[in-house]
């Protein structure tokens, strides 16, 4: 079993949608990250939380600790927001463990 | 401010030969983080780097090596090349250690071996 999962792995949506991404891990951490990358590779930072939730524009990212379950909300979602979604813990011994990404597409 | 800068960004080398690649970090970042992206594997952790002192390092062979300089550029070097490596390695940096910065990544610098 990965020690960090994603859900779905793969997700379509027609533009204006509301869309959630999952992320569940197994080991302590000191942060998560959710990253953003577009084809030809480049990846971008979009949060890194430790507790509670943040937001960003029309991102959202929440974490519950005890839970070890982080989401990725996007609203009203637009094509330009089709990319691959990876959310990544950092551990304590300064590791960081990749899950496998959500691949998105918006469609118009 | 510039960003991270990742050199060569594209690259061919044959098995046996060796590569060096480059990573720039932000100005005043002091910890560098390297990675390798494959079809197979996603992404996975190489070793960071924090003022010059290798802090971690990922599950690969002794054939991937890095260093960092005084002024946090960051090297990476894979030495006998295997078809395996082909991968896009991708860095990041931080103004802090790893894990608790947030990261600013390369574009990467895309590998095949032939």
């Known amino acids: 079993k990965n020690e960090v999962e994603q859900s779905p792995q793969n997700l379509t949506a027609q533009e204006g949608e509301f869309i959630t991404i999952n992320c569940s891990y197994s080991?302590?951490?000191?942060?998560l990250h959710w990253l953003q990358q577009h084809p030809g590779g480049g990846i971008v930072s979009l949060f890194m939380?430790?507790?509670g939730k943040k937001k960003h524009g029309r991102l959202i990212a929440t974490i519950n600790i005890q839970e070890k379950h982080s989401s990725l909300h996007i609203t009203a979602s637009h094509p330009r927001d089709s990319a691959v979604y990876i959310c990544?813990?950092?551990?304590?011994?300064?590791?960081?463990?990749f899950g496998t990404g959500t691949r998105l597409q918006v469609f118009p | 401010k510039a960003g991270v800068t990742q050199t060569p960004r594209y690259l061919i080398k044959t098995r046996g030969q060796q590569v060096t690649l480059s990573c720039s970090p932000i100005?005043?970042?002091?910890?560098v983080s390297w990675y390798q992206q494959t079809p197979g594997q996603g992404l996975q952790f190489l070793f960071e780097?924090?003022?010059?002192?290798?802090?971690n390092k990922g599950n690969f062979p002794g054939r991937f090596s890095g260093r960092q300089f005084s002024n946090s550029r960051s090297e990476m070097n894979v030495s006998t090349l295997e078809l395996g490596d082909s991968a896009l390695y991708l860095c990041?940096?931080?103004?802090?250690?790893?894990?608790?910065?947030?990261?600013?990544f390369g574009e990467g610098s895309r590998l095949t071996v032939l």
């Open positions: 990041a940096s931080s103004l802090r250690q790893t894990r608790d910065g947030e990261l600013f």
């Open positions: 080991v302590g951490i000191s942060a």
């Open positions: 939380l430790s507790s």
């Open positions: 990544a813990v950092s551990r304590p011994t300064d590791k960081l463990i």
């Open positions: 100005s005043g970042h002091r910890s």
């Open positions: 780097y924090f003022s010059e002192t290798q802090r």
